[in-house]
């Protein structure tokens, strides 16, 4: 009866003729999980697709899968360049020696604890009176330069871009710079020598700030590195520097924004939730409750996050071999019905809410605290000042982003109040 | 039940600090949990259990939980 000699592939086939291709594409001007995802929860949660630059990979969609899979790093890696050229979203891989990405766990957290001090409930907390104050001069300027507004660039992007900048201390002046780095980061068809030519004018753009951290050192997140840098490469290495410091630019205002931007588009169409949230905007802790399922609804983007099998995992009662190549839909687990009942209906008590969109294990995001409070004061400060606010144009004619980001939604969003 | 912090897997996340406040902070000089309560009332037993269900590095481990008249949360400091 035993096993141990035969064939170990026990992966299970997905129920269709062929493998399905991987990214599910989404309907036109929607923000609707593609129905793939939770028909592939309910049948085969361990379903393999076919990715768009070839090869196959394996899609977790359950919510058990996707946190198992994200918190065992010994088992199931992020991708390294040695692992070659192995199936993925992107035209060439993204991977950078050095990042916080490729280095061992263990350095991941030596590294990461060197400025998390930085992002703590607390000191989120302590930034909270600066952005509502932010916020509402951003809301001062639109009445000034009259309706219809675009509450994407006027003020979904300022807010994030103000408090990054701030926390990072980097000049808020270059945002335009930052805003072409997120793009580059996010883009999935850059190629390699693309790539390489806009890491080399990041890296020229930050070193003076380097200097002048080191010449002058500050209590920012920049200058915290710095210090500790000059430790010696035990701490921390250039190349680690370098490429810390740079994807916290990119990462700081991207997915806030695009987490507001989003929610506002699908809220501007849900009347009564939207009036559900103003009802909360004087308690915090029932704008929080919401602001929490907001986040567990609101789709970012189209794909996964990869990882790669290490050593043999079992998900979902099934054996998974070394050198598979693992999508985790985040979003997907998001709307599993074993952890979220009703995964379907937005209940803004919802207790408890394990959503996954920070991610899970030790890659989780390092900002959501600063994520959590800037889109509860983005919501609180847009409703009690203009709570009339709604959509300028049909839903079908907001005009949308271009579909080589790995992030989806609305480009502008026009609204009048 | 018991409830143990494995200090050296936390990342800061703060998530325990939104679960149940009156049981965890995040320490000033790197955000690790600590512990500020090691005999909290057990009113606060589903809070914590929360805490621990919500931890996105699972830095935390529970033992005797068929117990519940009793609630002990200890940090511990070893690698895991």
Known sequence: MSNEQGV????????????????????????????????????????RVKMPYGGEALLLTRHADVTKTAND?????????????????EVASRTREGSLFTVTPERHNQIRRLVTQAFTVKHANEMRPGVVALTN???DEMELKGQPADLYEDYAIKTPMAVICELLGIPYEDEQLFREWGR????????????QERWEKMVQYITPLIEKERANPSNSVLGMLVKNREQGDDVLTEQEMLSFALGLVAAGFETTSTSFTNSAFVLFQSPDLLEQLKARVDDEDAMASAIEEILRITLLGAGGRPRIVREEV??????????????????????????????????????????????????????QQLARMEMQVLWTTLLKRLPNVRLAVAPSEVPWRSNDSATIGPAHLPVVW | MRVI??????????????????????RDSDGTVHILNERPALALLKKVR???????????????????????????????
Not at chain 1, 18 to 45: G, I, N, R, V
Not at chain 1, 73 to 89: F, M, T, W, Y
Not at chain 2, 11 to 26: K, R, T
Request: aromatic share 6%; charged share 20%; with cysteine.
């Open chain 1, 184 to 195: 580059d980061l996010l883009s999935r068809t850059a190629t390699r020598e693309e790539q």
């Open chain 2, 5 to 26: 912090a494995y200090t050296q897997k936390c990342i800061a996340s703060g998530n325990c600090v939104l679960a149940c406040s009156d049981v965890f902070e995040q």
């Open chain 1, 137 to 139: 001069r951003l809301i």
């Open chain 1, 8 to 47: 170990n592939i026990q992966v299970q086939d997905v129920q269709q003729e062929a493998p399905l291709h991987f990214p599910f594409p989404l309907a036109d001007h929607s923000l609707e999980l593609p129905k793939e995802y939770t028909e592939l929860q309910a049948k085969c949660p361990v379903a």
């Open chain 1, 314 to 367: 079992e998900l979902s009662g099934i054996r998974v071999p070394p050198g598979e190549v693992l999508m985790l839909s985040f979003f997907a687990g998001n709307k599993d019905p074993e952890v979220f009942p009703d995964p379907n209906v937005v209940n803004f008590d919802r207790t408890p809410n394990p959503i996954l969109s920070f991610g899970r294990g030790i890659h989780a995001c390092l900002g």
């Open chain 1, 73 to 89: 790093a010994r088992r199931c890696g992020n991708i390294l360049g040695s692992d070659g050229d192995v199936p993925r979203q």
């Open chain 2, 50 to 80: 929360q805490a621990v269900d919500l931890c996105p590095n699972q830095v935390f481990t529970i033992e005797d939980e068929a117990n519940q008249s009793e609630l002990v949360v200890v940090e511990n400091d070893q690698a895991v």
